[in-house]
């Protein structure tokens, strides 16, 4: 059985940085890729960023490009996002997500987290 425990969001000012973590237990062919996805308030879940266990390719959301860097830890199951130069338009629920294949859709993930809220204070 897959379970995805995300860890370490919190309240940052704007211009800080937080470290995400998702520890994946079961994993498979089923959980080949690892992404992240963020809901703010009224607004769709929206992809940020996701990696392959194997390769280690990685793809980003654009309005996370040169801020975040997904990356994985094999040895620990466990996949990072660390976030930088945060500003107040990402305070959002983050969601860590596993599927067989790296894609930039919601409906491709099977296996989803309980969820970390991210607030980026002005």
């Known amino acids: 059985q897959v379970q995805l425990v995300e860890a370490g969001g919190g309240l940052v000012q704007a211009g800080g940085s937080l470290r995400l973590s998702c520890a994946c237990s079961?994993?498979?062919?089923?959980?080949?890729?690892m992404g992240w996805f963020r809901q703010a308030p009224g607004k769709e879940r929206e992809f940020v960023a996701a990696i392959t266990w194997t390769s280690g390719r990685t793809y980003y959301a654009d309005s996370v490009k040169g801020r975040f860097t997904i990356s994985r830890d094999d040895a620990k199951n466990t996949v990072y996002l660390q976030m930088a130069s945060l500003q107040p338009e990402d305070t959002a629920v983050y969601y860590c997500?596993?599927?067989?294949?790296?894609?930039?859709?919601?409906?491709?993930?099977?296996?989803w987290g309980q969820g970390t809220q991210v607030t980026v204070s002005s």
């Open positions: 079961g994993r498979s062919f089923s959980t080949s890729a």
């Open positions: 997500a596993a599927g067989p294949q790296l894609r930039l859709g919601a409906h491709s993930y099977d296996y």
